[in-house]
């Protein structure tokens, strides 16, 4: 159950990674199996016809009046350019989860957590690299720990076609537990403060 | 292309209607092939767990930098629960679109026009029900005559799989062939103002 709480989390990357279909399971996660409320936004303009995919996800205890993500607590990339856009915008004691193979952190700002999972590799393991943007949910809920993982599997199982489901959830474990042994080997990479942007 | 523009629609039914896609598509329709701006937004909260969808669209000529719709100027509604909640939000000079065999207008605000289209009827004639939600995507776009045609299309075929285009085309044209029937007949519905709510 959710807390009284408010998150703001982006996810970006390249279009074709399903950064949508991401956002989207996390706010049904939160909302409809969690009992929360939540929003997701997306943006169609410019750096979507270049190829790039956004969203905002906000996950509230209340009813939300105002969903509009100006900094984002919770930054999940997975490419250079959406790091490049938007880490800057982090807000600090941020956390900051890649696409690790995808994305180089160079400068990041301060008391920001980082996070990094290969998820692309995790997804060709399971033979079909399209649910890498599963692989970086089940990755999302095992170092944010801001929902339950019972939760966001349902939401993964009831956002895909029933055909897609096993394969959803193989991805969504794989994720989950690369970031269990993460955090349990206490490699959340406090990275150290550099130039705060 | 758009003129210099801010428009707010928001488009609400029942799950399963395709309310996202239908919002989606015409937020692709303006920002990616009319070079505008536009953003999704999808609330997940009691409603959703309650069986109902809706989602907010904001087209602009210009970035977005607010993206709530608080009243919108086009409603778009496809179950008599989302007009009974949704109705009495729309801005005096709006239009109101309805699933006429599925929506029963009562009382509506001043000032608005309403059109009706038998979307699932129509749908069925394509032996798809599914594809309500393009019938009325096109209904939209012949009576609101806020977007060209042909972008509409084109994002309609990029929302849908390959071997749901011709289909979801079919559905298209449909909706389009009926709003334009409405509106060449002058049968736009200029509704004389009951109560205002």
């Known amino acids: 159950m959710l807390q009284r709480m408010l998150s703001e989390i982006r996810i970006a990357g390249f279009g074709g990674q399903g950064v949508i279909l991401a956002a989207s ?39 939300i009046l105002y969903p509009y993500v100006a900094r984002p607590e919770i930054l999940v990339v997975m490419s250079q350019e959406a790091y490049a856009r938007f880490a800057p915008q982090l807000k600090p004691g941020g956390i900051l989860i890649t696409e690790q ?24 393991e399971l033979r079909r690299k399209v ?20 939760s966001l599997c349902k939401a993964v199982e009831d956002s895909v076609p029933p055909a897609m489901q096993k394969l959803n959830r193989a991805a969504f474990d794989k994720g989950f537990a690369y970031g269990t042994g993460l955090v349990n080997r206490g490699e959340a990479e406090p990275v150290e403060a550099l130039e705060a942007v």
Not at 37 to 57: H, L
Not at 105 to 113: F, K
Not at 115 to 123: K, M, Q, S, W
Request: net charge negative; hydrophobic share 45%; glycine share 10%.
């Open 101 to 124: 193979e995808l994305v180089r952190v160079d400068q990041v700002p301060e008391n920001i957590r980082v996070f990094g999972v290969p998820a692309t590799r995790l997804a060709e």
């Open 131 to 150: 649910v890498l943007n599963i692989v970086m949910v089940g990755f999302f809920g095992a170092v944010t720990k801001l929902l339950d993982r019972e």
């Open 25 to 63: 399971v996390i706010g049904k996660a939160a909302a409809i199996f969690e009992g929360g409320f939540a929003t997701m936004t997306q943006s169609f303009g410019p750096e979507a016809r270049g190829g790039s995919s956004s969203a905002q996800v906000i996950l509230s205890s209340d009813p």
